[in-house]
């Protein structure tokens, strides 16, 4: 289940040390390879001999160590997996996460993860007192919207003697919620998904546009998770500040006329359309070759754009069709609306007011409708994992 799969398991300052040895066991029975960094105070639960000898591979703890061969371990450290997993994660650890301190190798290598492009799990572990006082609760909460995930810890007694929330997850329990973090297979072989992200700007003279807030991270997600899956992805993208995941076929626009143009010319090749893209509805009626002087008032005459997903409805072949609908009120109503107008299969509603949802966050907290009616809520999850969740209910559709 996790052949080929390398993750590197931090170990960090707490009782709860004892059971990363168990963990590294189990990820290496499922296939994994388990690359350990320690802190000083974990040397202090579990010894680097343990580690070494149950993960084959040496235990990397220092900064500064000339028999790693390498200048930057740390970056080394970053790129090689697939999964992070922090276990345990003592309220120090978090706390230095959330504030971006890196004084120890672990720490350092966390700030060099890109999130993006790998998970990163977080077991606390820690006197319920501890898991309750206000700075533990806002870094918890910080990390979370970051896009860090929470192995939350259960009640029990501690080793303390105290009764309550903070014990770390058991090693089988936390295995379980890492192999979910992996798509069980490629299910979307064969099948090409079209994807739309990010803004379009509409040009009112050179230098001047009309856009929104968009940042194309729940389309990139999406176009992501379909590769992983198997997919031939086209990912048809607006003005945004991402890399396009790697695999994809990128095709980048600018405008909503664009973005429609380039659509319509590849619909033929698409199982599955998801459009996130945020479409500027409006366009100014005149665009200026010149840059626009300043004088008196400016009157600008807006038009409709184009409404691909609506176009894509009513021509509706034999693809799969998702909308997504940004709403800052009465979301469940308007989304219904907007899946029969559009005559969609799926519309992923999300709420603009809600905490970490929408634009520019790394999480997203969506429900989604589907044609029958059902309606789905889900709570916040990263746009990735949000990726892979409606990927598997489009596959469940098809
Ligand atoms: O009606 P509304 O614009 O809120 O619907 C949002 C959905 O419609 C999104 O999936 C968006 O990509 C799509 N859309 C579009 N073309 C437009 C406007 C929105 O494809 N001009």
Not at 98 to 125: F, Y
Not at 220 to 237: D, Q
């Amino acid at each position: 289940m996790l052949k080929d799969k390398t993750i590197l398991l931090g170990i960090t300052g707490g009782i709860a040390a004892y059971k990363s040895a168990e963990l590294a066991r189990l990820l290496i029975k499922e296939g994994a390879a388990v690359q350990v960094v320690m802190t000083a105070n974990a040397e202090a639960f579990i010894t680097p001999l343990t580690m070494r000898t149950l993960t084959g591979r040496p235990v990397y703890s220092s900064l500064f160590n000339p028999s790693y061969g390498s200048a930057t371990v740390h970056i080394d450290l970053a790129r090689e997996p697939h999964m992070v997993v922090v276990a345990p994660a003592t309220a120090n650890f978090l706390g230095k996460i959330a504030a971006g301190i890196a004084d120890d190798l672990l720490s350092t290598v966390l700030l060099a993860v890109n999130l993006k492009e790998r998970p990163v799990i977080l077991a606390p572990s820690m006197n319920t007192v501890m898991f309750h006082n206000a700075a533990v609760r806002e870094n918890i909460e910080l990390l979370r919207k970051r896009g860090y995930i929470f192995a939350d810890p259960l009640a029990g007694v501690l080793a303390c003697g105290d009764v309550g929330e903070g014990r770390m997850v058991e090693p089988a329990q936390l295995l379980q919620l890492i192999k979910d973090k992996f798509p069980a297979r490629e299910d979307y072989g064969g099948l090409t998904v079209l994807v739309t992200a990010g803004p379009t700007r509409e040009l009112l003279d050179p230098v001047r546009f009309f856009s929104n807030h968009s940042s194309g991270r729940m389309g990139y997600a999406l176009a992501r998770a379909a590769r992983e899956r198997g997919a031939r992805v086209l990912l048809i993208s607006g003005p945004t500040a991402l890399e396009p995941p790697p695999g994809v076929e990128f095709h980048p626009v600018v405008s909503a006329r664009e973005m429609y143009d380039v659509v319509m010319d590849k619909l033929f090749l698409a199982d599955v359309i998801i459009k996130t893209a945020a479409v500027a509805d409006y366009r100014p009626e005149e665009t200026y070759s010149q840059k626009i002087k300043k004088g008196g008032d400016l009157l600008v005459r807006l038009v409709r754009n184009p409404d691909i997903l609506q176009e894509l409805g009513s021509r509706k072949g034999n693809y799969i069709l998702v909308g997504f609908a940004a709403e800052t009120e009465n979301l469940l109503n308007n989304a219904h609306k907007k899946l029969a107008a559009k005559n969609l299969d799926l519309i992923v509603a999300n709420d603009l007011t809600e905490e970490g949802a929408g634009f520019t966050y790394e999480t997203n907290k969506v429900n989604l409708l589907y044609r029958d009616g059902h309606v789905e809520e889900l709570p916040l999850m990263t746009k990735y994992e949000l990726a892979h969740l409606i990927l598997e209910r489009i596959k469940i559709i098809i």
